[in-house]
């Protein structure tokens, strides 16, 4: 990110999508809270992807497991011992920053040093210290430590309290979803009898203990991910995997992030269970760069196997068809919802000229995103019967879908503001409306009105809402 912020940051907050936590006491840092278009805008990607995963298809079944688990999940899964980030301080002015994202600004990319080892990325830091050229991108000091291993795990106490805090004992707040997806499979199984292949998907809060420098939400300490971990038969998986991305790709582009910005990433280093992982990038005006939103990877048996192992449970699958048990492979579906969230809201974040001369800010959000479908006006506020018939097809529309009702400035500042949050329909209620049961309809992206009989505006703006958004890109 520039040292000038985004105007999409101060937007967010002044329009009521993401504020930063706990603000009056001085903040949090990568902490955010999420207002009221804010969240109806999150819930709407979240259903999204639900829709997606489970309600479209009918091999994926969803889960809603627990923050805390048991410690020893996160020693079998390798995150107690290995889930760290190799971290550089200024000695300056207290900055901290990812070795692997300061050595970018040098011109090293992902492949030279993602999960490098720390003697490789201290070696790099080191000769751009001999050369002088290694400075602090916060202050600008030459006074950077080397990189030392941190680790994310976010550590948490439940329970009787207990002097033994032996590594087996501590509790964490989990730092991925998948993980209760794995200890929750062999129930799935037990109560569904799925057939292979087969999915779990869900949606839930992780806590990472992120090294962090000015990137929004984009990189937060505590977020929601949204993942589904598909188990098959080893022989299946390179048709799934590529029949996965394929879908995947797709949902993006059919919510109306243009081809343009996004991009595969194939990571060169796979860690030694993995048979492949692409990343899906997209191309962050926010934060100037191409940036993972989606993870898209082949594990293997390695989940499953670790668990077994340190749970001492058979999580065989048993095959009823050929009388076989063993460990089903899985590849794995991995988003942010706080990510996707920004990625919607940087593609759709606009500025127009206006005919007239004027700029309008508008958000050109696909309509099933929109925090609220539509807006309902009185054309004039101090008119009893014009705003009592608002107030009626307001009070109509709230039981389908989110309204909000107005009368405040005249019409075209009661426009601006709409078009800043995204709502795809403003409902005037004028004159000739009363005499004919009628009202003006304008759309958010082409700006014009038409007029629309009040018993046909759900299926007016459903059939908008089947559409979707037209994009401009
Ligand atoms: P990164 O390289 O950006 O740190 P990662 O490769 O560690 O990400 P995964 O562990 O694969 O990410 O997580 C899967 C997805 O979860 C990411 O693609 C991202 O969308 C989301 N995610 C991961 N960490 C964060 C975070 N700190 N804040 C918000 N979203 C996150």
């Known amino acids: 990110m520039s040292d000038k912020p985004h105007p999409l940051i101060s937007f967010a907050k002044s329009r009521g999508f993401i504020y930063p936590s706990s603000e009056i006491y001085g903040g949090l840092s990568a902490i955010y809270d999420y207002g009221h278009y804010g969240i109806l805008l999150k819930k709407n990607i979240e259903a999204a992807w639900w829709k997606a995963m489970v309600q479209e298809r009918d091999d994926v079944f969803g889960l809603d497991s627990a923050i805390f688990m048991h410690p020893k999940t996160w020693i079998a899964s390798g995150h107690v011992d290995g ?38 990325l201290n070696a790099q830091l080191d000769a751009l210290r001999h050369d002088k050229k290694l400075t602090c991108p916060n202050c600008g000091s030459r006074d950077l430590t080397s990189a030392k291993r941190f680790s994310l795990m976010v550590k948490s106490n ?12 501590v509790v964490y707040l989990r730092p991925e979803t998948c993980g209760g997806i794995y200890l929750e499979y062999k129930n799935v199984v037990d109560s569904l009898h799925p057939s292979l292949p087969f999915g779990i998907a869900q949606v839930g809060k992780a806590f990472r203990n992120e090294i962090i420098a000015r990137q929004f939400i984009f990189r937060t300490r505590e977020f929601e991910q949204m993942e589904m971990q598909y188990f098959l038969k080893s022989e299946q998986m390179k048709e799934k995997y590529e029949q996965w991305k394929k879908d995947r790709f797709a949902w993006y582009l059919e919510y109306g992030i243009s081809k343009t910005k996004l991009r595969w990433y194939k990571h060169a280093k796979l860690v030694f269970y993995a048979s492949a992982a692409y990343d899906i990038e997209y191309n ?41 048990k063993f460990l089903p492979h899985i590849m794995e579906t991995s988003v942010g919802l706080n990510r996707l969230m920004l990625m919607f809201l940087d593609n759709a974040f606009t500025t127009e000229k206006l005919e007239d001369g004027s700029e309008r800010t508008v958000l050109k959000l696909d309509k099933r995103l929109a925090p609220i479908k539509a807006a309902v006006f009185p054309l004039l506020r101090n008119k009893p019967e014009l705003v009592d018939k608002a107030k009626q097809i307001a009070a109509m529309l709230r039981k389908e879908m989110m309204i909000e009702y107005d009368d405040h400035g005249n019409i075209g500042k009661r426009y601006r503001r709409q078009d800043e949050i995204g709502t795809p329909y403003c409902i005037t209620v004028d004159f000739d409306g009363l005499k004919d049961e009628t009202v003006t309809v304008r759309s958010r992206d082409s700006m014009k009105q038409e007029r629309v009989a009040i018993s046909r505006l759900l299926e007016y703006m459903a059939g908008g809402e089947r559409r979707g958004t037209p994009k401009k890109n």
């Open 284 to 324: 962050f005006s926010v934060l100037g760069n191409f940036k993972e939103v989606e993870g898209i990877h082949a594990r293997g048996d390695h989940d499953l196997t670790q668990h077994s192992k340190f749970s001492g449970a058979d999580l065989r699958y048993f095959d009823q068809a050929t009388g076989q």
């Open 83 to 120: 889930f760290d980030d190799p971290q550089v301080d200024c000695r300056q002015c207290k900055s901290r920053f990812r070795a692997d994202h300061l050595l970018e600004n040098y011109g090293y990319t992902d492949d030279q040093t993602d999960k490098a080892p720390l003697d490789y």
């Open 158 to 169: 439940i329970g009787s309290p207990t002097d033994d805090l032996k590594e087996e004992n």
